[in-house]
């Protein structure tokens, strides 16, 4: 007899695969973004399946959410503002197709020599856990024992939103859709709650799933619905506040390790003494960070002057 959670699995499986390939198939915008929103919770549940709770956590809030946010608001911009569609030149198409192709060889060529019955560094892991701070792995591994990995990804957070910026600077900007009063209502409501949660989750990231990039991602929301009511228009006055925001959480980071080596110990060699504090202090200003970066992105340019015609609204 098929195990009900085997036979689960295995439609789950064939699920993913079905919608990974509907999004790249799929010729309307509109119903691909759809798709692969709900390719993002399939993923997401799958990875509760492989009893990866932080993964999957970061899966439904980043690579779910807030991705498809992102998504939803370009479509929003290309048809207020349609341009005549420009070819691809077959280069291209061929590069893009070779650099896929080595990726999943890549990809296929780590699974196929990776041991079934490998160790990995699980054991290594808990057995140095007493000296990381906090009591829970994953935050342990990516705080303490890999904080240099973990760095760099809130470097290239920071390099994103530079990089929009940039590339915004100059471009005509699609008006924003007017969501109406019910919304606004739901933004009022909703708001303490999804503040509560981020919160929660970056606090409890020291002992069980969640940490910075989950809670930053749900705090991201709060901004979201604040763009999307118009509760909260961004002001030229505001870029100094946005522009620390973003590198808070780099600058604490780097700040913390620049400390620690200079006390003559390694960077990121924290004192026991001070270990879940100095990871606390990390983690609540990449939050921070994170949540604000995340809703500039969704803006997608540097706060302007408001137009009379949205003053007046």
């Given at each position: 007899?098929?195990?009900?959670?085997?036979?689960?699995?295995?439609?789950?499986?064939?699920?993913?695969?079905?919608l990974?390939?509907?999004?790249?198939?799929?010729?309307?915008?509109?119903?691909?973004?759809?798709?692969?929103i709900?390719?993002?919770?399939?993923?997401?549940?799958?990875?509760?399946?492989?009893?990866?709770?932080?993964?999957?956590?970061?899966?439904?809030?980043i690579?779910?959410?807030?991705?498809?946010?992102?998504?939803?608001?370009?479509?929003h911009?290309?048809?207020?503002?349609?341009?005549?569609?420009?070819?691809?030149?077959?280069?291209?198409?061929?590069?893009n197709?070779?650099?896929?192709?080595?990726?999943?060889?890549g990809?296929?060529?780590?699974?196929?020599?990776?041991?079934?019955?490998?160790?990995?560094?699980?054991?290594?892991?808990?057995?140095?856990?007493?000296?990381?701070?906090?009591?829970?792995?994953?935050?342990?591994?990516?705080?303490?024992?890999?904080?240099?990995?973990?760095l760099?990804?809130?470097?290239?957070?920071?390099?994103?939103?530079?990089?929009?910026?940039?590339?915004?600077?100059?471009?005509?900007?699609?008006?924003?859709?007017?969501?109406?009063?019910?919304?606004?209502?739901?933004?009022?409501?909703?708001?303490?709650?999804?503040?509560?949660?981020?919160?929660?989750?970056?606090?409890?990231?020291?002992?069980?799933?969640?940490?910075?990039?989950?809670?930053?991602?749900?705090?991201?929301?709060?901004?979201?619905?604040?763009?999307?009511?118009?509760?909260?228009?961004?002001?030229?006055?505001?870029?100094?506040?946005a522009?620390?925001?973003f590198?808070?959480?780099?600058?604490?980071?780097?700040?913390?390790?620049?400390?620690v080596?200079?006390?003559?110990?390694?960077?990121?060699?924290?004192?026991?003494?001070?270990?879940?504090?100095?990871?606390?202090?990390?983690?609540?200003?990449?939050?921070i960070?994170?949540?604000?970066?995340?809703?500039?992105?969704?803006?997608?340019?540097?706060?302007?002057?408001?137009?009379?015609?949205?003053?007046?609204?």
């Amino acid at each position: 007899m098929v195990e009900p959670l085997l036979l689960f699995d295995a439609l789950l499986g064939l699920a993913i695969a079905a919608l990974a390939v509907a999004v790249l198939t799929v010729h309307d915008r509109f119903a691909m973004i759809v798709l692969f929103i709900v390719f993002g919770l399939m993923s997401a549940l799958a990875w509760v399946r492989l009893s990866a709770p932080d993964v999957a956590l970061a899966e439904a809030a980043i690579g779910t959410g807030l991705t498809g946010a992102l998504l939803l608001t370009t479509l929003h911009h290309i048809r207020a503002a349609p341009a005549a569609p420009v070819p691809v030149p077959g280069g291209v198409v061929v590069a893009n197709l070779g650099l896929c192709a080595l990726i999943f060889g890549g990809l296929a060529f780590a699974f196929l020599l990776t041991p079934l019955q490998a160790p990995g560094l699980a054991p290594a892991v808990a057995q140095n856990m007493a000296a990381s701070g906090v009591g829970h792995p994953v935050t342990a591994v990516l705080l303490n024992f890999r904080a240099y990995d973990t760095l760099m990804e809130v470097v290239v957070l920071l390099a994103a939103i530079v990089a929009v910026w940039m590339v915004e600077r100059g471009t005509v900007q699609a008006p924003a859709p007017v969501l109406g009063e019910i919304y606004r209502g739901f933004s009022r409501l909703a708001l303490p709650a999804i503040v509560v949660i981020g919160s929660y989750l970056l606090w409890v990231g020291a002992q069980a799933p969640g940490g910075a990039f989950q809670g930053g991602a749900v705090l991201a929301a709060v901004g979201l619905l604040l763009l999307l009511g118009r509760l909260y228009r961004p002001q030229p006055a505001h870029r100094p506040f946005a522009r620390a925001g973003f590198v808070l959480g780099t600058a604490v980071f780097a700040g913390v390790a620049l400390l620690v080596a200079g006390g003559g110990r390694l960077p990121f060699e924290y004192p026991a003494a001070h270990a879940k504090t100095l990871i606390l202090l990390i983690e609540g200003m990449v939050t921070i960070s994170i949540a604000v970066t995340l809703a500039a992105l969704f803006h997608g340019r540097e706060p302007e002057a408001v137009p009379v015609s949205e003053k007046s609204e």
